[in-house]
């Protein structure tokens, strides 16, 4: 699964406030990611893959303090995927943002998914977008200092009408055929050669897919 992502961080450093009728009235500056603190967060997907989220090389530094960062991010991860019930399957990925080496428990204000953002939604030929969620996730409360981080849930399901035409029609309809050979007459000694034809093809056909 790929995911286009566009994350906004924001947090406040006091020490790079200042007055704005000290210096032209001037409210926004820009400086290098570089030169000031800035939190590093790390993106888990699913339950073994992490990317770390490099922020942009320039921050936006406002006169209360706030540092504000903003770029979009292509993340992209293989989700396990449970067959029990293929092809009328329904799978669900995550995306974690989680915050490395903090010292304090971070604010975190999430937006609910706005399902208008579907129609930005890029339809591949075998999966369709069904529900996005979130929810609050607390790290292990038995280390010295707990995060909280939001979790994305995506979930997808399968297009499953190319494996009903494919798969189940055809083998559904060679199950209806095989009774059929009680309706041919005894005389004709045709009922062999038909429920040969039949297995052989149920054989090629299961041996294709």
């Known amino acids: 699964m790929t995911v286009v992502v566009y994350l906004i961080v924001s947090w406040k450093q006091l020490g790079v406030a200042w007055n704005p009728k000290d210096y032209h009235d001037i409210d926004v500056i820009f400086v290098d990611t570089a030169s000031l603190w800035h939190p590093q967060l790390m993106a888990i997907m699913g339950d073994k893959d992490s990317i770390l989220m490099e922020l942009e090389e320039t921050l936006t ?92 849930n995506f979930t997808v399901r399968r297009q499953r009408t190319y494996y009903v035409i494919t798969i189940i029609f055809p083998m559904v309809l060679t199950s209806v055929m095989i009774p059929l050979v009680f309706l041919i007459p005894s005389e004709t000694g045709e009922k062999i050669s038909y429920l040969v034809a039949i297995f052989t093809s149920c054989a090629i056909f299961l041996n294709f897919i």
Do not use: H
């Open 61 to 152: 530094v406002t006169s209360d303090g706030w540092v504000n960062s903003s770029r979009p991010y292509y993340l992209s991860s293989a989700c396990e995927i449970a067959f029990d019930k293929y092809p009328f399957d329904y799978q669900t990925c995550s995306i974690g943002f989680y915050p490395l080496g903090t010292q304090f428990k971070p604010t975190i204000q999430v937006k609910n998914p706005d399902f208008t953002l579907k129609s930005l939604y890029s339809r591949g030929g075998e999966w369709m977008l069904e529900n996005v969620s979130f929810s609050i996730v607390t790290s292990d409360e038995s280390l010295p200092i707990s995060v909280v981080f939001p979790r994305y």
